[in-house]
């Protein structure tokens, strides 16, 4: 099963994607998390990639679809993906099609998870993870079980995304309007998008896609 999952920044698909690895064996497919690795290296195109994410803009087209193409192509996608940050243009959505296609594949779904603006800004003004495992909190809605020490793997170092500051998260929805929603009539032509209430928690988030996905719905 291949699965896009579409929404603004902070709209909540990596947190709904990570659940759905879990307990369906697709791939999770993060392209901020694949481009974020890029960025830590020491190299010259890490260090371009890292500027222009932390501007909150987008990376060149055509290095984020020889990503992709790279990666869905590896043995552990062969049961299908989520894809969670790409596409983001129209040219992205074209290309993944065309990629899709020279392997007889296809897209299965195409969920928006709709917030407004408000709580978007609220939550990712907010936003903070491990360092170590990179899983996610939040200050007020979020905090690890113990102050200071991660869940998971209990480590007590935490980052901020460096496009979490205010201006970046600007540029970030704005490019969201303007280069990522018009990829939205393109899958709505193909009757392949389902949009959901991204307000709703997420649990509820969760056995929404559930249904759409015809699967269980996965415990937090
Ligand atoms: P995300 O973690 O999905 O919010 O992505 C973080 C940043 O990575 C974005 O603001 C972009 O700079 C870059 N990025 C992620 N996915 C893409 C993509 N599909 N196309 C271009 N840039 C991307």
């Not at 974020?36 to 290095?63: C, H, Y």
């Not at 690890?144 to 205010?166: L, N, Y």
């Not at 970030?172 to 018009?182: C, D, G, H, K, S």
Request: net charge neutral.
């Amino acid at each position: 099963m291949n699965v896009i999952l579409l929404g603004p920044p902070g709209s909540g698909k990596g947190t709904q994607a990570k659940r759905f690895e879990q307990s369906c064996g697709i791939r999770h497919l993060a392209t901020g998390d694949m481009l974020r690795a890029v960025a830590s290296s020491s190299s010259e195109f890490g260090r371009r990639v890292k500027e222009i994410m932390d501007s909150g803009q987008l990376v060149p087209d055509a290095i984020i679809i020889d990503m992709i193409a790279a990666r869905i192509a590896e043995p552990d996608c062969r049961d299908g993906f989520i894809l969670d940050g790409f596409p983001r243009t129209v040219p992205q959505a074209q290309a993944l099609d065309d990629m899709l296609a020279q392997r007889r594949l296809g897209i299965d779904h195409v969920i928006l998870i709709e917030v407004n603006d408000a709580a978007l800004i609220d939550r990712l003004s907010g936003r903070f993870s491990c360092a170590k495992c990179g899983a996610s909190y939040h200050e007020r809605y979020n905090r690890p079980r113990v102050e200071g020490v991660c869940d998971i793997c209990g480590s007590r170092e935490f980052v901020h995304r460096p496009d979490d500051r205010p201006e970046a998260v600007r540029a970030r929805f704005e490019v969201y309007r303007r280069q990522t929603e018009p990829i939205l009539p393109y899958y709505r032509a193909r009757s392949l998008l389902r949009v959901i209430d991204g307000m709703a928690g997420i649990d509820n988030v969760t056995t929404e896609i559930a249904a759409i996905l015809g699967v269980d719905a996965p415990h937090a």
